[in-house]
Structure formats: C-alpha cells, structure tokens
C-alpha cells in the first residue's frame, strides 16, 4: 500500500467551477504536508503547504485532518491555466512522499 | 534563476546497456533527491543525500542502480545494466535543511527509454 493514496481522476471541469481533490496518508507520525502542481511533461513544483488549521492562497485552500489522515484541495473559480495534475505530499522523517497525482483539466 | 539542471535530457538505448544521468543541485542546497516517476507507480524516491552523504538508497534496485555525489555541485544516477523496465523520468530534486518545509525543486528529468 502507497503511503500516499489520491484519486487518480481525471476531474473534468468548466471553467469557473469549485473542484477539491483529496488524499490520505497511512503514516500517522507523517508531520508536515503539501501540495505539489505538475504540468503536462514537466517537474513537480510546489503549490502550497497545508496546515492543520487550514490556508488559503487566493482561490486555493489546503485542508487537514490528522485524526481521518486526510488532506484537501480546493480550487474556487477554476482557470483554464489550472489545468495540472496535483500531488498530495507528506513529510515523514526525511524525504518527501509523493502521491501518485490528481489530474485536472478545466474546459472552456 | 537558480534551478536543478539535469542531464541527459532524454535517452534511448538497448537493454543491457549502461546509462548514467548527471544532476547540478541549486548552489548552496544540501540536499539532493533522486526520484523515479511511472504512471503506474508515480514519483518512486530512489535515493537521498545530506551534505553529500548518502543517506537512504533503499528505493534503488541495489544490483543494477548505484547513485553519488562526487561533490556539492554534481549528483549522478547510472545503471548498470539497464533493462526495459527501467525506462521512466527521473528527476533530481535539490532542497536546504531538513525538507520538512516541503520546498524541492525538480530538475527537468531525463527522460530514459530502454529498448
């Protein structure tokens, strides 16, 4: 079993719509977590991090639970440019475990 | 713009040949990371290292992969020898600390196909 599990999707979304991806983690000493973005054929870059009384970056808010081990994304008023798929992230120790990704395309 | 240049940027060769990829870590980063990404199975950490020092390898294949960092600027992945199996992206990530500020930055991959 992945120590990361998300919905592999594809979400499918018109421009404009609320969508939220979710993931959990089975490491309950896992301590911080994150959000990665990836491009079609590109590296995995840093999105946000998600704390545990939830943040928000503009039409982006992160979401955990440590008691379910579960982590949210939200994007309100989705953009064309959203188009990504997005890695659910957790720190436990030393390295950072990755998700196997989200993928989001948002449609004219 | 500082960023994780890796090379090559894309292979192909014959299984049972070898293949060796190249990274330079952010200047001044001291943490580098070389993960492996499949569709199957996504982002696959393969190896870490802490100011230069290997700390885990237990994602490498031990018999064919061997991962090193001759010093702070260059990090280098071979395997030896390379089978179908083994193609995949891998990217080399560099980052400062202890990562539990979850900032990596990705090189662009190399991208290996093995025939």
């Known amino acids: 079993r992945k120590e990361v599990e998300q919905d592999p999707g594809p979400f499918n979304v018109p421009e404009g719509a609320t969508v939220a991806f979710n993931c959990t983690y089975s490491?309950?000493?896992?301590?911080?977590f994150f959000w990665y973005r990836q491009d079609c054929r590109k590296e995995p870059k840093l999105l946000m991090s998600?704390?545990?009384s939830g943040n928000e970056d503009g039409r982006f808010t992160a979401q955990l639970n440590r008691a379910s081990q579960y982590i949210s994304l939200l994007i309100r008023d989705s953009k064309l440019s959203d188009s990504a798929t997005y890695l659910c992230v957790v720190f436990s120790g030393y390295a950072l475990n990755f998700g196997k990704g989200t993928s989001l395309l948002v449609t004219p | 713009d500082a960023r994780v240049t890796q090379t090559p940027r894309h292979k192909v060769t014959e299984m049972g040949q070898e293949v060796t990829m190249r990274c330079q870590p952010i200047l001044g980063h001291n943490t580098v990371f070389w993960y492996r990404q499949t569709m199957m199975q996504g982002l696959e950490l393969l190896a870490y290292f802490r100011n230069r020092a290997p700390l885990d390898d237990s994602g490498m294949p031990k018999d064919r992969f061997s991962a090193e960092m001759p010093d702070a600027t260059l990090a280098t992945l071979k395997i030896q020898p390379s089978e179908p199996r083994d193609s995949a992206v891998y990217f080399c990530?560099?980052?400062?600390?202890?990562?539990?500020?979850?900032?990596?930055?990705f090189g662009e991959g190399s991208r290996l196909t093995v025939l």
């Open positions: 490491n309950s000493a896992s301590q911080s």
């Open positions: 990530a560099s980052g400062l600390g202890t990562m539990n500020t979850g900032e990596l930055f």
């Open positions: 998600v704390y545990s």
